[in-house]
């Protein structure tokens, strides 16, 4: 790989991280199917393994006997058609449907005791145990209630049905029939009982709370009857509308005062106004109100009346004309004292419409507060008549209800009813194909769930895409399995080397040229297309620059990548390529064992000759034209040493510019660093990979290893099995 050169375009890698996007894909189904192929004899096994017990148990299975007889719950007898036209009892109410409490109470040990008691009796070896006077309490630990509620069977007939069936199986069927009739026994007594029981709990209950009841009620009349007598109040709703009209009648009164007030204001200041000028002229309201005030300006009026007549005739300082005046100014002042006294009286009425709005405003004032303290009275008022309503309507439900419950007391005929009595029938044996058939089924399921756990504990790959998935690289070529062992290299080869041989003298019997019956011969082979198509797949994947030179290598060892990387060379030498196969597996060589060739002269004895040595025929090999093989050469040298020295460096340079394409067969990934070094020398690498083989852990090895290194990888090649 060169170190300046980093994987861009698609066909790289970048990392082994995985695609979260591409994990979530769902179920695969296909995947599914694959596994549990493989994994067929686990489900096979796990099948047949279930059905043989499936078989073994219907044939081992003895007689049972089953029994049952059907109880409705809350039956209507006679007695409670009477007492249901009472109102408030409780048979009045709707019938309930069985609930899963009632079918846990009836086999429970409090019911049960009676049959328990029964079983002793008539069966004392049926079940050993406490002896029957023990209590309740050890019922429930007695081995007799553990094997009767285990067997007893307790269910409802129907949805919303009140009707019970009860069953029990046994080998006995004589037992079965005789527990059946305890059962039926001990529950209609049960039913009595707890008819009886809730009614006198309901009693108590009742009579409980009815002192309760009647206290609160007379605390509330009490309460009620204090508050009247405190604010000597029967009722604040007539109270309320006495005070309303009281408040109105004195609101209007305080507005006519108010308006014959501003009246008597008004008048007043006219009146002094007018008063301040000519007594003769004055002719306010209040002034013409006044006769005297009137007689005196009449008497003024007719005096200037008479001294106009007499100044035509007497001198103004006559005596005649000196009595008229006296006459007009003693006139004057009587107007004047009565303009004073009309004064007086305006304000004397002022003052009593003053004293009369003032007495108003006290009572309104006094009127608000009652009205204010009334609306605490009324909300007190109201809240204790509310509260004495409720009690006293609580009060009388009670004393109903006791009544009601009394009479339901009295009721003494049992509440449910057999509907169906106790009856036996042998139990028909379930089918052996019935059981043989669920027991297939079954054996398919365990074993297809194990099938999976198995194939998931494995982790190997099994798939091309999840190979894919896992190391997030394309998959360049796809190669299938051989027909036969040799065909996997000899018989290509071998073909190949008949169509190229030089020396066919042979063949000249045969229609058409030897070469040409190879090249048909490889041209139909689907083994070497698919070879073919990985080379042109390797040359699409580096489009940037020319293929010269691609490194083979593995994840783990036995994957086929030695036999892909000589058919690889192979289908690129057939397509004109001048092509090198180098073996660089020096720890292991394999291609020489392959195509059959000497090996006591290749890299490792190459790297220690001259530059000029791989001139010499003596290293390299040509099985078919086109196409030449470097072995690996004699053991004994360190390998790492080998790869990495500047000899081995620039003879693979100049194997580069004397061929179109070099093959480098790299050992494995995991274990050794061979194939990395290799890869620093050449384009980048292509991972031979065999589903069913590579596990998942070594993998994800191999890619952080990759990772690390930086190595340019150009894909996968998957070899199918």
Same mark, same amino acid.
């Given at each position: 790989?060169?170190?300046?050169?980093?994987?861009?375009?698609?066909?790289?890698?970048?990392?082994?991280?995985?695609?979260?996007?591409?994990?979530?894909?769902?179920?695969?189904?296909?995947?599914?199917?694959?596994?549990?192929?493989?994994?067929?004899?686990?489900?096979?096994?796990?099948?047949?393994?279930?059905?043989?017990?499936?078989?073994?148990?219907?044939?081992?299975?003895? *007689?049972?006997?089953?029994?049952?007889?059907?109880?409705?719950?809350?039956?209507?007898?006679?007695?409670?058609?009477?007492?249901?036209?009472?109102?408030?009892?409780?048979?009045?109410?709707?019938?309930?449907?069985?609930?899963?409490?009632?079918?846990?109470?009836?086999?429970?040990?409090?019911?049960?005791?009676?049959?328990?008691?029964?079983?002793?009796?008539?069966? @004392?070896?049926?079940?050993?145990?406490?002896?029957?006077?023990?209590?309740?309490?050890?019922?429930?630990?007695?081995?007799?209630?553990?094997?009767?509620?285990?067997?007893?069977?307790?269910?409802?007939?129907?949805?919303?049905?009140?009707?019970?069936?009860?069953?029990?199986?046994?080998?006995?069927?004589?037992?079965?029939?005789?527990?059946?009739?305890?059962?039926?026994?001990?529950?209609?007594?049960?039913?009595?009982?707890?008819?009886?029981?809730?009614?006198?709990?309901?009693?108590?209950?009742? /009579?409980?709370?009815?002192?309760?009841?009647?206290?609160?009620?007379?605390?509330?009349?009490?309460?009620?009857?204090?508050?009247?007598?405190?604010?000597?109040?029967?009722?604040?709703?007539?109270?309320?509308?006495?005070?309303?009209?009281?408040?109105?009648?004195?609101?209007?009164?305080?507005?006519?005062?108010?308006?014959?007030?501003?009246?008597?204001?008004?008048?007043?200041?006219?009146?002094?106004?007018?008063?301040?000028?000519?007594?003769?002229?004055?002719?306010?309201?209040?002034?013409?109100?006044? *006769?005297?005030?009137?007689?005196?300006?009449?008497?003024?009026?007719?005096?200037?009346?008479?001294?106009?007549?007499?100044?035509?005739?007497?001198?103004?300082?006559?005596?005649?004309? /000196?009595?008229?005046?006296?006459?007009?100014?003693?006139?004057?002042?009587?107007?004047?004292?009565?303009?004073?006294?009309?004064?007086?009286?305006?304000?004397?009425?002022?003052?009593?419409?003053?004293?009369?709005?003032?007495?108003?405003?006290?009572?309104?004032?006094?009127?608000?507060?009652?009205?204010?303290?009334?609306?605490?009275?009324?909300?007190?008022?109201?809240?204790?008549?509310?509260?004495?309503?409720?009690?006293?309507?609580?009060?009388?439900?009670?004393?109903?209800?006791?009544?009601?419950?009394?009479?339901?007391?009295?009721?003494?005929?049992? *509440?449910? /009813?057999?509907?169906?009595?106790?009856?036996?029938?042998?139990?028909?044996?379930?089918?052996?194909?019935?059981?043989?058939?669920?027991?297939?089924?079954?054996?398919?399921?365990?074993?297809?769930?194990?099938?999976?756990?198995?194939?998931?504990?494995?982790?190997?790959?099994?798939?091309?895409?999840?190979?894919?998935?896992?190391?997030?690289?394309?998959?360049?070529?796809?190669?299938?399995?051989?027909?036969?062992?040799?065909?996997?290299?000899?018989?290509?080869?071998?073909?190949?080397?008949?169509?190229?041989?030089?020396?066919?003298?042979?063949?000249?019997?045969?229609?058409?040229?030897?070469?040409?019956?190879?090249?048909?011969?490889?041209?139909?082979?689907?083994?070497?297309?698919?070879?073919?198509?990985?080379?042109?797949?390797?040359?699409?994947?580096?489009?940037?620059?020319?293929?010269?030179?691609?490194?083979?290598?593995?994840?783990?060892?036995?994957?086929?990548?030695?036999?892909?990387?000589?058919? #690889?060379?192979?289908?690129?030498?057939?397509?004109?390529?001048?092509?090198?196969?180098?073996?660089?597996?020096?720890?292991?060589?394999?291609?020489?064992?392959?195509?059959?060739?000497?090996?006591?002269?290749?890299?490792?004895?190459?790297?220690?000759?001259?530059?000029?040595?791989?001139?010499?025929?003596?290293?390299?090999?040509? *099985?078919?034209?086109?196409?030449?093989? #470097?072995?690996?050469?004699?053991?004994?040298?360190?390998?790492?040493?080998?790869?990495?020295?500047?000899?081995?460096?620039?003879?693979?340079?100049?194997?580069?510019?004397?061929?179109?394409?070099?093959?480098?067969?790299? @050992?494995?990934?995991?274990?050794?660093?061979?194939?990395?070094?290799?890869?620093?020398?050449?384009?980048?690498?292509?991972?031979?990979?065999? @589903?069913?083989?590579?596990?998942?852990?070594?993998?994800?090895?191999?890619?952080?290893?990759?990772?690390?290194?930086?190595?340019?990888?150009?894909?996968?090649?998957?070899?199918?099995?």
């Amino acid at each position: 790989m060169r170190a300046d050169t980093l994987p861009s375009s698609s066909s790289s890698w970048t990392g082994p991280e995985r695609s979260i996007s591409e994990d979530e894909g769902g179920l695969n189904f296909v995947a599914l199917v694959k596994i549990l192929q493989r994994k067929w004899w686990v489900i096979t096994g796990v099948t047949v393994a279930t059905m043989g017990l499936a078989a073994t148990r219907v044939l081992s299975e003895k *007689p049972v006997y089953d029994g049952s007889f059907e109880l409705l719950v809350q039956a209507q007898s006679t007695e409670t058609e009477v007492i249901a036209n009472v109102p408030e009892t409780l048979t009045t109410q709707d019938q309930v449907a069985v609930d899963s409490d009632l079918l846990k109470i009836l086999v429970g040990p409090k019911v049960l005791r009676p049959v328990i008691e029964g079983i002793r009796e008539s069966y @004392p070896n049926y079940c050993p145990g406490v002896a029957p006077d023990s209590n309740a309490s050890e019922v429930t630990y007695d081995p007799c209630y553990q094997v009767l509620s285990s067997r007893l069977r307790v269910n409802q007939l129907g949805n919303n049905s009140n009707i019970i069936r009860v069953s029990m199986q046994d080998g006995d069927p004589q037992m079965v029939q005789s527990i059946l009739e305890l059962a039926s026994q001990a529950y209609l007594a049960f039913s009595l009982e707890s008819k009886q029981a809730d009614i006198r709990r309901a009693i108590e209950f009742v /009579e409980q709370k009815l002192p309760d009841l009647a206290n609160k009620v007379d605390s509330l009349q009490d309460q009620l009857e204090s508050l009247r007598l405190t604010h000597n109040i029967i009722d604040p709703d007539s109270r309320g509308s006495q005070l309303s009209g009281q408040v109105d009648t004195f609101s209007k009164q305080q507005l006519d005062l108010q308006i014959s007030l501003e009246q008597n204001r008004a008048n007043y200041e006219n009146l002094r106004s007018q008063l301040s000028g000519p007594q003769e002229q004055a002719s306010s309201s209040a002034l013409a109100q006044n *006769p005297r005030y009137q007689a005196l300006l009449d008497s003024l009026l007719e005096l200037d009346t008479q001294i106009a007549q007499a100044s035509t005739l007497y001198l103004d300082n006559s005596p005649d004309m /000196e009595v008229l005046k006296e006459q007009r100014q003693n006139l004057l002042t009587l107007l004047e004292q009565q303009g004073a006294q009309s004064q007086r009286d305006l304000i004397s009425q002022m003052q009593e419409l003053e004293a009369q709005e003032r007495s108003l405003n006290g009572a309104l004032q006094g009127l608000s507060s009652d009205v204010d303290d009334l609306a605490g009275i009324s909300r007190d008022y109201v809240e204790i008549q509310r509260e004495l309503e409720i009690a006293t309507e609580n009060l009388n439900q009670f004393l109903a209800k006791q009544a009601a419950l009394e009479i339901d007391s009295a009721q003494r005929e049992i *509440p449910w /009813e057999i509907v169906t009595p106790p009856t036996q029938s042998r139990v028909t044996p379930v089918s052996l194909t019935q059981n043989l058939l669920l027991g297939g089924i079954l054996g398919l399921l365990m074993g297809s769930v194990l099938a999976l756990l198995l194939d998931k504990s494995t982790g190997v790959l099994y798939s091309d895409k999840d190979i894919q998935r896992a190391m997030q690289l394309p998959i360049l070529g796809k190669i299938p399995a051989p027909q036969s062992v040799e065909r996997d290299v000899f018989a290509p080869m071998q073909a190949l080397q008949l169509a190229t041989s030089k020396t066919s003298k042979t063949a000249a019997d045969t229609t058409g040229s030897p070469l040409e019956n190879g090249a048909a011969t490889y041209a139909e082979d689907p083994f070497m297309e698919a070879f073919r198509s990985l080379y042109t797949n390797l040359r699409l994947s580096s489009a940037d620059q020319p293929l010269t030179s691609v490194v083979v290598s593995s994840v783990m060892d036995n994957e086929g990548k030695s036999i892909a990387a000589i058919h #690889l060379a192979e289908a690129a030498a057939l397509m004109g390529q001048r092509v090198l196969l180098v073996d660089t597996n020096l720890r292991d060589p394999k291609i020489h064992s392959y195509l059959k060739l000497p090996n006591d002269a290749g890299l490792t004895d190459l790297a220690l000759s001259d530059a000029n040595a791989i001139t010499k025929n003596t290293f390299l090999h040509e *099985p078919i034209d086109g196409l030449k093989v #470097l072995c690996a050469g004699t053991k004994g040298h360190d390998a790492g040493h080998i790869l990495t020295t500047k000899r081995v460096q620039k003879l693979i340079q100049q194997l580069k510019t004397k061929f179109d394409l070099v093959v480098f067969d790299a @050992p494995s990934l995991l274990g050794q660093s061979d194939a990395y070094l290799i890869t620093e020398q050449a384009d980048g690498m292509l991972i031979v990979t065999s @589903p069913g083989q590579l596990k998942q852990n070594l993998l994800d090895q191999a890619m952080d290893q990759l990772r690390i290194a930086n190595v340019n990888v150009f894909g996968i090649a998957v070899r199918e099995r």
